[in-house]
């Protein structure tokens, strides 16, 4: 019984600790439409997607020039981000949850902080 709930006590730390964004890191709140909203923060090789109350680790995949894009497989979230918007997708469920999200820095015209320390953005 003791190594039962000593178990389901790590699990659930391990859970929560995961889902909270640190004090040094800042959240960017990214607006969409249809009032959806969700949070990221981290740049470059990982980034942590606050959606709907809960929060997922998503890596750096390999993308077209001038976008990013970060996935978690497990979740399905796919995260693609162009200079002007970005977009969420669930690829497990086949769905686009969000569409034509930006930040407040990005409705101002700046890039979003995901391109921070990457290649910059080349508009055609």
């Given at each position: 019984?003791?190594?039962?709930?000593?178990?389901?006590?790590?699990?659930?730390?391990?859970?929560?600790?995961?889902?909270?964004?640190?004090?040094?890191?800042?959240?960017?709140?990214?607006?969409?439409?249809?009032?959806?909203?969700?949070?990221?923060?981290?740049?470059?090789?990982?980034?942590?997607?606050?959606?709907?109350?809960?929060?997922?680790?998503?890596?750096?995949?390999?993308?077209?020039?001038?976008?990013?894009?970060y996935k978690?497989?497990?979740?399905?979230?796919?995260?693609?981000?162009?200079?002007?918007?970005?977009?969420?997708?669930?690829?497990?469920?086949?769905?686009?949850?969000?569409?034509?999200?930006?930040?407040?820095?990005?409705?101002?015209?700046?890039?979003?902080?995901?391109?921070?320390?990457?290649?910059?953005?080349?508009?055609?």
């Open positions: 019984m003791k190594k039962n709930l000593l178990a389901i006590s790590i699990v659930l730390v391990s859970l929560l600790g995961a889902t909270n964004v640190s004090a040094d890191e800042e959240a960017f709140t990214w607006t969409c439409q249809e009032g959806k909203q969700f949070k990221t923060s981290g740049i470059n090789d990982k980034v942590r997607l606050i959606w709907e109350s809960k929060s997922y680790d998503l890596e750096r995949q390999t993308s077209l020039p001038g976008s990013l894009r978690n497989m497990n979740s399905g979230f796919d995260l693609v981000v162009l200079g002007n918007k970005a977009m969420l997708f669930n690829i497990k469920a086949g769905v686009r949850l969000a569409d034509f999200c930006q930040t407040a820095e990005m409705k101002s015209g700046k890039l979003p902080h995901l391109f921070a320390g990457t290649e910059p953005f080349v508009q055609n």
